[in-house]
Each structure stands twice: as C-alpha cells, then as structure tokens.
C-alpha cells in the first residue's frame, strides 16, 4: 500500500510540473493537459468535447470516461443528441454533474 | 430546424439496439467515425438515428460486440424516391405543373388603369387592345415603351403614362392633363348683350356705355351696355371712341314658357321575391355551366357578378367564377290618377325651368296648366322671372379702330 501512494505521488508531480510549463509558456491548458471541457446550458442541454468513452448510458445516469477520470451526470428523460469522437451532447433535465477521480 | 431537413434530405435510418453493453456498441461506432444521433434510451434497448452510409458499416461494429441491430424506421427523400421508382409519371407531372405555371403567367390575365378621372377606363383597355395588349396577350411580345408612346399620341389629356407588369397584371399608370385655367382677357374689348326677351328693371353701369334704360323692353340680341366710349373733342370734328370691357349688373323680367308630359299608365315591376342563382366558371371566353337547370320565370332581370381568381394579389389566373342571378317579377301597368300626374308634372317642370333660368333668379308670376288627351297628361308653365340679364360678347374691331384704341392704351 505504501509503495503504490508513492507512486501515485510521483504522478502527480510529473503533471504538476507539466502543468506549470504550460502555464508560464502560457499555452491553452486544455488543450495541452487533454482535459474534458464541459458546456452547460442550464439544466437542459451538456456539451462534453474531449472524452474517451461511455461507459455507462440510462434515462437517469450517463457516466463517461474522460482523461482525468469519470464524468456523472444524472437527471432524467437524459437522450445523447448527438455521439461523435470529439463531442457528445446531451439533452434532458439534468440534476447534477460530478467527477468520480 | 436546418440539420433536419439536411438529414432528411440525405435519408436515415432509425434502429434500434439491444445487448449486453450497447454502451461498448456506441464507443466502437463514434470511433468509426459513423454519425449517430438522438440516442434514446427504452427499457433494455437503444434507439437512435444513423445515416444511410454509416448504417451500411454497422454489421461489424454489432457483430463485435454482441449487439443487435434492428430497423425501426427508413425515413428520408432517398426511400421516398427508391418506393416511387418505378412510378415514372410522378416527375412528368411535376415536370408539367411547374411549365404549366411558367405558361399561365407568362400572359396578361388583368389588366389595371389608375390615375385616370377624366378619361373612361374602358377607352383606354380599348385603345390597347387594338394593338395587341389585350387579357391573354403574351408578355414577351408586348412593347410597353410603345404602348405609352401609342396611349400619349392617342390621347391627348394624358400627359404621362407608365405601364409595368406586376406579375400577370398590367397595370397603366396615368397622370392626366390638368385643365388650364380660362384666362380673362380685361384689356380685349366686350359689349353685353340680352340673352333673352325682357323688360328691364335696373340697370348700373361700371364701364361702357348704356344703351337702355330702366323700363326699356329689349330683343334678345340687343346691346345693352357697349363697349365704346365715344372721347367728346370740341376741336376736332371726328370724334375718336375708346374701347373697354363694359361691365354692368342688369336686373330683367323675363318670360318663360316650359312644357312636359308624362303618360298616365305606367308599367311597374312587381318582384315576386323569388331568386335563381346559377354559377359558372369562366376561362378567358369560355363558360362553363355547372348545372343545367332551366329558369321557368316568364319576365326576370338578372345580374351578374364575376370574381377573378387570383394565385397571389400580383398573380390573377385566367379563371373567373360567375354567379348569374335570376330575379323574377310581374308586370304590372298601374294607372296614376290626375292628381298624383299633376304633382309630378309641376316639380318636372320646375325642374326644368331651373335649368334654363339665372342661378339667382326669382319668379314673380307663374302659371301651370294642364291638359289631358289620350292617357298623356301635358303641362305647361308660364313664368315671369326677376334675374339677371346680359352676356358678355367681345367687339370686333377693324385695323383703323384697332390703332385708336392701342394708342389709348398706350397713353394711359
């Protein structure tokens, strides 16, 4: 147990001193960190460009894997609009989005 | 809105997909790059929406991954075309309908006339349908550079006209002639001269000179106030004359006699209420009944009334639906008794005699008398009138004269 918190440590240092590249090169950060982007509108509509795939899809809950970890977002009557490589737009009332890192 | 019709345009197909992990199916699909959209879920299954294309490489994405694919819906232009294909009279007719509307509104189906108040409509729709430009006409063939030349030539109260197509309405535009204002000439010289027969009650002379005097009778025709001034020179023997426009008020009794008739027996039309109503229809000169019923009323009056049909207010259609109205009567003769004939005859005749009197004339005596023969009742009203007398004429003068006068003028 010890050696794998080690190892998680040693991770997170690497992206932190990447991240703070980007940051003083003052690169696009998304784009360089490859992290999900989410676009809310209201409780209606989700844009999510930048994710890997789904992993999980109902009326109530759509989870998705993304670089930093799993997407949740749960409501109802939830319908994917459109699913393509880059984007996945969803539609329906949405309640609540989280990350599960 | 516009995606849409762009994917119904394109053609779709709606499937629908069921198995273990219909997520796993979708991940595999947009890594294909095939386009799907409106994932719905139901119960255990998936129903969403994919091209025609992407359908097509969808087998192996399902076989993968232990998915069933099943066709809900085809929907889209291209399967319209693909279930209609062999039915080749579709887009013949299609073909037809839009040359037929190319067709009909390449005429003239009304044509429009505004701005014109003197000038009657109908002469002018006349006068262009001697050329050519006539309900039917073809468009390409008609000249509206020459028609408005042809329209200002043709008439000359019309000072401008502009004729546009709008649609298949020809529409003429027309400014007329305003009148030009009747000039009085105050330098050309006039005499006033009677009317009419009358004994004259007062007369005030402004200019000239009187030739009659109060209580004189005069012809009509006579001068009453002339235009010379004879200029009195005690050394010289020929007497020059001036010339002046005279002008005088002159108050005159005249005699008037006016006659009408009317007949006793009149013929009336008793409408008996009842009303037939036939319609038609009307393509350019053609009628068309739509039923054949006779009318079986001995005496009627009809109207008729037409309504134009109209794609569009700028597109008229050569197609009217006429309504005919048949409205029966009786004939009837009615006989008016003396009394009722007279009353009419005397408001006639005074109608009459308004006519021909001054506007501020006043009748001092009059006389009405009637006389009946052979079912025409006659009258006749004699009347003496207070009114004013006299018209302008204007002198003619010779060169000789003319001089005198000019030199007058120039004096002055």
Same mark, same amino acid.
């Given at each position: 147990?010890?050696?794998?918190?080690?190892?998680?440590?040693?991770?997170?240092?690497?992206?932190?001193?990447?991240?703070?590249?980007?940051?003083?090169?003052?690169?696009?950060?998304?784009?360089?960190?490859?992290?999900?982007?989410?676009?809310?509108?209201?409780?209606?509509?989700?844009?999510?460009?930048?994710?890997?795939?789904?992993?999980?899809? !109902?009326?109530?809950?759509?989870?998705?894997?993304?670089?930093? +970890?799993?997407?949740?977002?749960? &409501?109802?009557?939830?319908?994917?609009?459109?699913?393509?490589?880059?984007? %996945?737009?969803?539609?329906?009332?949405? *309640?609540?989005?989280?990350?599960?890192? | 809105?516009?995606?849409?019709?762009?994917?119904? %345009?394109?053609?779709?197909?709606?499937?629908?997909?069921?198995?273990?992990?219909?997520?796993?199916?979708?991940? %595999?699909?947009?890594?294909?790059?095939?386009?799907?959209?409106?994932?719905?879920?139901? &119960?255990?299954?998936?129903?969403?929406?994919?091209?025609?294309?992407?359908?097509?490489?969808?087998?192996?994405?399902?076989?993968?991954? +232990?998915?069933?694919?099943? #066709?809900?819906?085809?929907?889209?232009?291209?399967?319209?075309?693909?279930?209609?294909?062999?039915?080749?009279?579709?887009?013949? +007719?299609?073909?037809? $309908?839009?040359?037929?509307?190319?067709?009909?509104?390449?005429? @003239?189906?009304?044509?429009? =006339?505004?701005?014109?108040?003197?000038?009657?409509?109908?002469?002018?729709?006349?006068?262009?349908?001697?050329?050519?430009?006539?309900?039917?006409?073809?468009?390409?063939?008609?000249?509206?550079?020459?028609?408005?030349?042809?329209?200002?030539?043709? $008439?000359?109260?019309?000072?401008?006209?502009? =004729?546009?197509?709008?649609?298949?309405?020809?529409?003429?535009?027309?400014?007329?002639?305003?009148?030009?204002?009747?000039?009085? /000439?105050?330098?050309?010289?006039?005499?006033?001269?009677?009317? !009419?027969?009358?004994?004259?009650?007062?007369?005030?002379?402004?200019?000239?000179?009187?030739?009659?005097?109060?209580?004189? *009778?005069?012809?009509?025709? /006579?001068?009453?106030?002339?235009?010379?001034?004879?200029?009195?020179?005690?050394?010289?023997?020929?007497?020059?004359?001036?010339?002046?426009?005279?002008?005088?008020?002159?108050?005159?009794?005249?005699?008037?006699?006016?006659?009408?008739?009317?007949?006793?027996?009149?013929?009336?039309?008793?409408?008996?209420?009842?009303?037939?109503?036939?319609?038609?229809?009307?393509? =350019?000169?053609?009628?068309?009944? %739509?039923?054949?019923?006779?009318?079986?009323?001995?005496?009627? /009056?009809?109207?008729?009334?037409?309504?134009?049909?109209?794609?569009?207010?700028?597109?008229?259609?050569?197609?009217?639906?006429?309504?005919?109205?048949?409205?029966?009567?009786?004939?009837?003769?009615?006989?008016?008794?003396?009394?009722?004939?007279?009353? *009419?005859?005397? @408001?006639?005749?005074?109608?009459?005699?308004?006519?021909?009197?001054?506007?501020?004339?006043?009748?001092?005596?009059?006389?009405?008398?009637?006389?009946?023969?052979?079912? #025409?009742?006659?009258?006749?009203?004699?009347?003496?009138?207070?009114?004013?007398?006299?018209?302008?004429?204007?002198?003619?003068?010779?060169?000789?004269?003319?001089?005198?006068?000019?030199?007058?003028? !120039?004096?002055?």
């Amino acid at each position: 147990m010890p050696r794998k918190s080690k190892k998680n440590r040693g991770k997170n240092d690497v992206t932190s001193r990447k991240e703070q590249m980007i940051r003083s090169l003052d690169l696009p950060e998304e784009v360089m960190l490859d992290l999900p982007i989410v676009n809310a509108f209201g409780n209606k509509k989700i844009e999510i460009y930048n994710f890997k795939g789904l992993i999980e899809y !109902s009326l109530e809950k759509i989870r998705i894997n993304t670089s930093i +970890g799993v997407l949740i977002v749960e &409501g109802s009557k939830l319908e994917i609009k459109i699913m393509t490589t880059e984007d %996945l737009h969803i539609i329906g009332i949405i *309640t609540q989005i989280s990350y599960l890192i | 809105m516009l995606i849409s019709i762009w994917n119904y %345009l394109r053609g779709y197909v709606m499937i629908e997909v069921s198995g273990f992990s219909v997520e796993r199916f979708l991940n %595999l699909v947009a890594h294909r790059d095939i386009y799907i959209w409106d994932i719905e879920r139901q &119960g255990n299954k998936l129903s969403m929406k994919i091209s025609i294309e992407g359908y097509k490489m969808l087998k192996p994405c399902a076989r993968k991954t +232990g998915c069933k694919v099943r #066709i809900k819906d085809k929907r889209g232009l291209p399967f319209i075309k693909h279930k209609y294909r062999k039915r080749k009279m579709i887009p013949i +007719g299609m073909v037809i $309908f839009i040359a037929l509307i190319y067709m009909i509104s390449s005429f @003239v189906w009304l044509i429009e =006339i505004e701005g014109n108040k003197k000038i009657d409509s109908q002469e002018i729709v006349d006068r262009l349908d001697q050329d050519g430009y006539k309900i039917g006409g073809l468009k390409k063939k008609m000249d509206l550079r020459e028609a408005e030349q042809m329209l200002m030539r043709d $008439f000359p109260d019309v000072l401008w006209t502009g =004729i546009s197509f709008e649609g298949t309405k020809l529409i003429v535009k027309i400014t007329e002639v305003v009148p030009e204002p009747k000039l009085i /000439d105050y330098n050309s010289p006039t005499d006033i001269v009677a009317n !009419s027969d009358a004994l004259i009650l007062d007369i005030v002379t402004r200019k000239g000179t009187p030739m009659v005097r109060k209580g004189d *009778t005069v012809r009509k025709g /006579d001068i009453l106030v002339s235009g010379e001034i004879p200029l009195a020179d005690e050394w010289d023997e020929e007497s020059k004359v001036s010339y002046t426009r005279s002008s005088a008020d002159i108050l005159a009794k005249t005699h008037y006699t006016v006659e009408t008739q009317i007949p006793l027996k009149k013929n009336v039309k008793k409408y008996t209420g009842a009303i037939k109503k036939k319609y038609s229809i009307r393509i =350019i000169d053609k009628e068309i009944k %739509l039923h054949n019923s006779k009318i079986d009323f001995r005496n009627y /009056d009809y109207t008729i009334k037409s309504r134009q049909l109209q794609a569009t207010s700028k597109f008229p259609l050569p197609f009217y639906i006429v309504l005919k109205e048949y409205i029966e009567y009786i004939p009837k003769s009615q006989i008016i008794s003396d009394e009722l004939a007279q009353d *009419t005859l005397r @408001v006639m005749l005074h109608d009459l005699l308004a006519e021909e009197t001054h506007i501020n004339a006043e009748i001092i005596k009059q006389e009405v008398k009637f006389n009946k023969k052979g079912g #025409i009742m006659g009258g006749r009203l004699q009347a003496i009138v207070k009114e004013e007398l006299g018209e302008e004429k204007s002198i003619i003068i010779n060169d000789g004269r003319n001089k005198v006068n000019d030199n007058e003028q !120039s004096e002055h």
